[in-house]
């Protein structure tokens, strides 16, 4: 039959260039923040840490840790904790302030702990023939900072130690003795809080190492 349209019961799906290109661009950048989300990495109980490598330049490079947040159970054992205790003396005493004295410890023992106690994240930045500065991130967003001369430090190294009755490693800082050039004044402990295992450690350790020899070699 001329001249007659029939319809084809199947139908091409064209994918234009530029459809993959951002497929492929969406894919990638999910792809990236999972990859920035989830820990790669684990402390001495088991629990899962970001760690974080920055290269700024050949002389100077950057570890950021940072440690998994307060978590929800963790402050509700606390307050059914504190909470109860009240309850407890009250029902003894009958005296109402007791009630009101449990709310106001509950909070300053949260402001308190935030600011002095629960660290969100650790860094340490190394700058060959300038020094080392480590910056404490504390929940409360008070920050802590301690600068290190390089020519104070005699090397970087990792060390043994007994913690609730187990060997852990940890990274530390000697300082050089000034009476006594081959001996330590001071050992100062890097990552204290997060306690990166050593697998982590290691890491931060060969570069902290390869910075030093350059420097070193430099001088």
Known sequence: ?????????????VTRPWQVTQRHSARAAAGLQREEMAPNFKDINGRGITFEQSHHSPLCREF??????????????????VWLL??????????????????????????????????DQESMLIIGSIGVQMNTLYASGRESVRFIEMKKVKDIVINEAIYMQKVIYYLCI????????????????????????????????RSCQEILQQTQAEQ
């Not at 039959?1 to 139908?11: E, I, L, S, T």
């Not at 950021?64 to 904790?81: E, H, N």
């Open 1 to 13: 039959m001329v001249g007659q349209r029939v319809d084809c019961p199947f139908k091409r799906h």
């Open 64 to 81: 950021t840790v940072i440690s998994p947040k307060l978590s929800l159970r963790s402050v509700l054992v606390y307050t059914a904790a």
């Open 86 to 119: 009240a309850y407890a003396i009250f029902s003894v005493t009958q005296n109402t302030s007791v009630l009101s004295a449990s709310i106001i410890v509950t909070l300053l023992g949260m402001i308190l702990h935030l600011h002095l106690f629960k660290i």
């Open 174 to 205: 000697l300082l050089i003795d000034p009476g006594n050039p081959r001996g330590v004044s001071e050992v100062v402990p890097v990552f204290q809080s997060a306690k990166p295992r050593l697998d982590c450690l290691s890491q931060v350790y």
